[in-house]
């Protein structure tokens, strides 16, 4: 459920039909479970049900590449400082920090040129990737509740590499600062000082879609709690995970869910879908660049 002041409250609140509940995985990008890059970066990699992330605290001259993508993949650039040389479908583009790039399928290639930390996301199509992730053996069996993965299309405007600005000020009734693409969809809450009221939790669950939530900065209380089914032997209790950044949690369909700031400092967070939720989509004003991804043609 949702404050009446919320947004998200227009969306309306489901009860589940889910019979099959899968517990959440919290996935800590720490030193034990990195790997190095040729220039010294270290490299983290998770997946979720429909892609594969790769986290990188990136060395000044490292070169990412990909030869054969399969569609639209994302870089994020949480460090401000950051940048980044990108290049593909004949176009060469400089991103800064603080700044998301759509790029396209084929051949690409990202030069890191200020070192910093980057977020990068292909979906399950690019199968070269799959023996990568540290949690690969959870998603041995899809989910039932999960329907097959099928991107929607991609720009009516060409493909080509496309950069935004999560810099975004608030504007009242919208939800955070909401990007998409044919892909994933990205929705940065906007950051904010100190712990939450504990009096204003939102707790509530995705009925057929898994969520995750990337921990940008600061200290979370992530809540859950699983619906009774009428087997009680496959009952479980509630959760309270303690996470702090950068930590990446996947949240399984059907599981009630909400995230508790704890710590003094600032905090900010990005939730993660693939492909990109209808619901959101369709909220006049809320996908700040529907401009180039209009939703309309992006029905199936």
């Known amino acids: 459920m949702f404050d009446y002041s919320d947004p998200r409250s227009k969306l309306g609140v489901k009860g589940t039909k889910v019979k099959f509940l ?3 995985q919290n996935i800590y990008f720490d030193d034990e479970q990195s790997d190095f890059l040729p220039k010294g970066s270290k490299s983290w990699w998770s997946r979720g049900a429909n892609y594969f992330m790769n986290f990188v605290d990136a060395k000044n001259g490292e070169v990412l590449y990909r030869a ?3 569609d639209e993949y994302i870089l994020i650039l949480f460090d401000s400082d950051t940048e980044v040389i990108v290049t593909g479908q004949d176009q060469k583009k400089v991103v800064g920090g603080y700044h998301i790039a759509i790029i396209p399928s084929g051949e690409s290639k990202i030069e890191i040129s200020k070192g910093g930390k980057i977020l990068l996301l292909y979906t399950s199509l690019n199968e070269d990737l799959a023996d990568y992730p540290i949690n690969k053996d959870v998603y041995a069996e899809r989910n039932q509740a ?3 993965f099928i991107p929607r299309p991609e720009s009516p ?4 590499i496309r950069v935004y600005n999560i810099d975004v000020p608030p504007e009242e009734g919208r939800f ?3 990007f998409t693409c044919s892909t994933f969809m990205l929705s940065f809450l906007h950051p904010w000082q100190g712990p939450r009221d504990p009096k204003t939790l939102s707790p509530h669950l995705h009925e057929d879609f898994e969520q995750t939530s990337f921990l940008m900065k600061g200290i979370f209380v992530h809540h859950f709690r699983w619906p009774w089914g ?3 032997l496959k009952w479980r209790t509630d959760q309270h995970d303690l996470c702090s950044s950068p ?3 996947l949240i399984p369909p059907g599981v009630i869910h909400t995230s508790e700031a704890v710590g003094d400092e600032t905090n ?6 693939c492909p990109p939720r209808a619901d959101f989509a369709e909220q006049e004003g809320w996908v700040l660049n529907e401009k180039d991804y209009p939703y309309k043609h992006a029905e199936i």
């Open 157 to 160: 405007y060409g493909s080509k």
């Open 230 to 232: 009428i087997d009680r």
């Open 176 to 178: 955070g600062r909401i």
């Open 146 to 148: 999960l329907p097959s």
């Open 247 to 249: 930590t990446v949690t």
């Open 68 to 70: 054969e993508q399969q």
């Open 22 to 24: 899968d517990p959440v």
């Open 268 to 273: 900010e967070i990005l939730d993660i879908f």
